[in-house]
């Protein structure tokens, strides 16, 4: 996965948000019961919903680690 720079300029012409790691910042929308699927999945996994959500995106677009 190739890692953009902190000072990348994004879509709208804002700067874009980078992690050191290379996480960028993305915001989304959810039902009320993905929502709560999302918070309960993530209870049981003892993992945060970021995690759940990277998870399943990477499976769902067959984005290899």
Avoid: C
């Avoid at 994004?10 to 918070?39: I, N």
């Amino acid at each position: 996965m190739q890692r953009k720079k902190s000072n990348d300029v994004g879509p709208r012409g804002g700067k874009t948000t980078v992690t050191k790691t290379g996480l960028v910042r993305k915001s989304l929308w959810l039902h009320l019961d993905e929502a709560e699927a999302l918070r309960e999945r993530a209870y049981k996994e003892r993992k945060t919903e970021a995690e759940i959500v990277r998870v399943a995106l990477r499976r769902f677009l067959r984005v290899e680690d």
